[in-house]
């Protein structure tokens, strides 16, 4: 029987068709697509067991042992997961690593029960995934890649958000691209971050938007790195750098890893245990810099962000922690970025404050 396939890539990225992954867990744990859930129609030890008995006795003995293990009330109960997963998200398709068995069972199980057909991807994950990395290879991109530059704390995250052409690499990569940058919540796999950066990039790209802008970023944000072709291009991109005084920028800083991340602790973990954590993680995140700050500085430093959390906890004033950030920046986030830009000072097309760089990035063709 022949069940309807599709291999239109890019309708499912601009739609953000729901999608349901019957590949194992492990498989997904690896990595999967955006709009994904994973309703596996094996777990990880029947795959195991089908993967043995099909390098012993061929694709037949195979197929039967898995028409044994999945049967009863296990195979009520994905079908019954399946349907109400389609019943809230009418337009899903379904998609297996190659497109083959497990996908077309799946199909034929569903049309069953629901009494009519939903599509497969074509190819499966592997075609889908190839097609995504092929989206970040700068040869199929159709846009000009704008790098925004600025001391640490200049609020360039907050400036991409307002930006409506641009791409939140850290937002993706779930991490703030520095020894501070650890969120609470794990970063995702680098196959997830791919994945993610391509949607996002086809999506703006339909929207007729010929300028991209990216916060200047290394090669790695935490432990995702961004694809090599990618990088090289963009790092070689027109470059535009946010001025802000270092006080406006230790307020940024304070807001964002002091009073928003004491806050984000606090919801996740609870009053007491929250803000130890917090602690725990701002003075690890120091300890990182320990070489570079050299350590009658690194201790200094320790001792600072202490005395402040001491104080913090009498009088409930975060501003005690302005010293220690200030002292960081000034002694060692800006004479890195000095010396990058140093490096960087041929692509640079434009300086100025936040509404000055703001208003050059709107006031650029950003659609033809």
Known sequence: MNFSKTNNFKKIVLNQIPLIDVRAPIEYEKGSFPATVNIPLMDDEQRHLIGIRYKESGNEKAVELGHELVSGQDKKAKISAWLDFIQKNPETIIFCFRGGQRSRISQEWIQEALGREIQRIEGGYKAFRHYLLDELNPKHQDFQPIRLGGHTGSGK???????????????????????????????????????????????????????LVFEDEGKNIGRCFVPRDFSLHYRQSPLVVVKVPVEERAKIILQEYVIDSQKGHID????????????????????????????????????????????????????????????????????????????????????????????????LSMKE
């Open 157 to 211: 995250t907050i400036l991409l958000r307002k930006l409506d052409f641009s791409v939140d690499l850290e937002g993706i990569a779930n991490h703030r691209g520095s020894s501070f940058g650890n969120q609470i919540t794990p970063q995702p796999t680098q196959i997830n971050f791919e994945n993610q950066l391509a949607y996002k990039l086809i999506q703006l790209q339909d929207q007729g938007f010929t300028h």
């Open 268 to 363: 996740y973990y609870g009053p007491k245990e929250g803000l130890k954590l917090w602690l725990d993680y701002i003075l690890t995140s120091i300890d990182k810099a320990k070489k570079r700050l050299g350590g009658d500085r690194h201790q200094n430093m320790i001792q600072m962000v202490t005395d402040a959390y001491t104080k913090q906890g009498q009088d409930k004033n975060p501003d005690h922690h302005l010293a220690w950030i200030h002292d960081f920046l000034v002694n060692y986030y800006d004479p890195m970025y000095e010396y990058q830009l140093s490096n960087n000072k041929e692509h640079i097309i434009f300086e100025g404050s936040t509404s000055d760089v703001y208003d050059y990035l709107n006031n």
